[in-house]
């Protein structure tokens, strides 16, 4: 079993504790830089003041890069079948 560790993340000038697994902390440390360097960007790029906008912004942004590539994912991998599938179909062929 891994050990729990206390932790505090700071998330738009918020301070969150957590209890986690010794193993997720890095994840949950570069999780949250990504998400202050988002909310950056979007306050610059967009003049967004309201943090619970900058917020919602970031949650679709990093939402819409999963869908993504489950997409791009399911997409490769249709791709490998056809291949292998046309691969065996040689094999078989000659066999």
Request: aromatic share 4%; hydrophobic share 40%.
């Given at each position: 079993?891994?050990?729990?560790?206390?932790?505090?993340?700071?998330?738009?000038?918020?301070?969150?504790?957590?209890?986690?697994?010794?193993?997720?902390?890095?994840?949950?440390?570069?999780?949250?830089?990504?998400?202050?360097?988002m909310?950056?960007?979007?306050?610059?790029?967009?003049?967004?003041?309201?943090?619970?906008?900058?917020?919602?912004?970031?949650?679709?942004?990093?939402?819409?890069?999963?869908?993504?590539?489950?997409?791009?994912t399911?997409?490769?991998?249709?791709?490998?079948?056809?291949?292998?599938?046309?691969?065996?179909?040689?094999?078989?062929?000659?066999?």
């Open positions: 079993m891994s050990e729990k560790l206390k932790i505090k993340l700071s998330i738009a000038n918020r301070v969150y504790p957590l209890t986690i697994d010794s193993s997720q902390e890095e994840g949950l440390r570069k999780a949250a830089k990504n998400i202050e360097v909310i950056k960007q979007f306050e610059q790029s967009y003049s967004v003041r309201d943090k619970q906008d900058v917020l919602a912004m970031c949650a679709l942004q990093f939402a819409s890069q999963v869908e993504q590539k489950s997409i791009d399911a997409t490769v991998s249709e791709h490998v079948e056809e291949k292998l599938n046309a691969l065996n179909d040689l094999l078989q062929s000659h066999i």
